[in-house]
């Protein structure tokens, strides 16, 4: 069992940044490859970005590209998303997801479905 608490949201205005941390104590974090979702109000839950287990290339949404990056850290059983020149459309609960088996093609990666274990999210605000 994954347990994980996400944590770091809050409220912000456009261009501003925020780091979010997702936590999983007691587990052996590389082995699992880990995701970023969001979920804005009547939307579907979206894919954001991810870091593989096998060889930690990093993953990106292209809305993100050039503005968020993903980064863990195995010793702290922490992966983080640190969120720069945010927009009012980034606005969302952010996920994070653990993945604990797949084929580590980008398709497994990018899907939601595919992960195993989420958390129950943090709320960012981007104000205009």
């Known amino acids: 069992q994954v347990q994980l608490v996400e944590s770091g949201g809050g409220l912000v205005q456009a261009g501003g940044s925020l780091r979010l941390s997702c936590a999983s104590p007691?587990?052996?974090?590389?082995?699992?490859?880990m995701g970023w979702f969001r979920q804005a109000p009547g939307k579907e839950r979206e894919f954001v970005a991810a870091?593989?287990?096998?060889?930690?290339?990093?993953y990106y949404a292209d809305f993100v590209k050039g503005r968020f990056t993903i980064s863990r850290d195995n010793a702290k059983n922490t992966v983080y998303l640190q969120m720069n020149d945010l927009k009012p459309e980034d606005t969302a609960v952010y996920y994070c997801?653990?993945?604990?088996?797949?084929?580590?093609?980008?398709?497994?990666?990018?899907?939601?479905?595919?992960?195993?274990?989420w958390g129950q999210g943090t709320q960012v605000t981007v104000s205009s």
């Open positions: 870091i593989r287990r096998s060889d930690n290339n990093r």
């Open positions: 007691g587990r052996t974090f590389s082995r699992y490859t």
């Open positions: 997801a653990a993945q604990t088996a797949g084929s580590d093609t980008t398709v497994e990666i990018t899907t939601a479905r595919r992960y195993d274990y």
